[in-house]
T-cell receptor, first 117, second 113 residues
Framework: DQQVKQNSPSLSVQEGRISILNCDYT??????FLWYKKYPAEGPTFLIS?????DKNEDGRFTVFLNKSAKHLSLHIVPSQPGDSAVYFC????????????????FGQGTILTVHP | NAGVTQTPKFRVLKTGQSMTLLCAQD?????MYWYRQDPGMGLRLIHY???????AKGEVPDGYNVSRLKKQNFLLGLESAAPSQTSVYFC????????????FGPGTRLTVL
């Protein structure tokens, strides 16, 4: 049962344009969401996060939007740069009632973003 | 700071062989995790530890054992490797609590023939 889904395996964007990566989840107990970025032969690195009490969080070129009613979040990258080409993972963290004080993350399958010069 | 390091980077095993993957972190983090990444599956939690001497099962623990004898090290063992354990293994660490960023190592690519 895939509780966090990234339905687009890949996305191709022109440099300077907007990249929009999408993520859907099914577990209403998730209360914190993160995006990780992964380059080949490296481990994932944290990019940006959002708490379920917010609907938007912005950090420079990166903005994450959360729509709780639709159980959907998206990552916007504006403007996209060739160095943004990587795999992007969406991850979700369960709420206290699930006993997740240790920080268990449930990951999506990842989306390969390619930004063309 | 080296952050999170993993040894080895690559390994090929035959079915039935055993091995240990080593994870080390120099950030004095309490929490450590082992994940595996498979195509189309994202990262899945194998085992985790919330402190020295403690370990617990994650989402896919079968076929693996772990030990956390020192705070900075987290070992993942495969007693009898199977082809289904062919994967990329990532170790991560974080500060205590449920809402702190996890820092990942570079990964170990394991192939079981």
């Amino acid at each position: 049962d895939q509780q966090v889904k990234q339905n687009s395996p890949s996305l191709s964007v022109q440099e300077g344009r907007i990249s929009i990566l999408n993520c859907d989840y099914t577990n209403s107990m998730f209360d914190y969401f993160l995006w990780y970025k992964k380059y080949p032969a490296e481990g994932p690195t944290f990019l940006i996060s959002i708490s379920s009490i917010k609907d938007k969080n912005e950090d420079g070129r990166f903005t994450v939007f959360l729509n709780k009613s639709a159980k959907h979040l998206s990552l916007h990258i504006v403007p996209s740069q060739p160095g943004d080409s990587a795999v992007y993972f969406c991850a979700a963290r369960g709420g206290k009632r699930e006993g997740t004080s240790y920080g268990k993350l449930t990951f999506g399958q990842g989306t390969i973003l390619t930004v063309h010069p | 700071n080296a952050g999170v390091t993993q040894t080895p980077k690559f390994r090929v095993l035959k079915t039935g062989q055993s091995m240990t993957l080593l994870c080390a972190q120099d950030m004095n983090h309490e929490y450590m995790y082992w994940y595996r990444q498979d195509p189309g599956m994202g990262l899945r939690l194998i085992h985790y530890s919330v402190g020295e001497g403690t370990t617990a099962k994650g989402e896919v623990p079968d076929g693996y054992n772990v030990s956390r004898l020192k705070k900075q090290n987290f070992l993942l063992g495969l007693e009898s490797a199977a082809p289904s354990q062919t994967s990329v293994y990532f170790c991560a660490s974080s500060r205590p609590g449920g809402y702190n960023e996890q820092f990942f190592g570079p990964g170990t690519r394991l192939t079981v023939l």
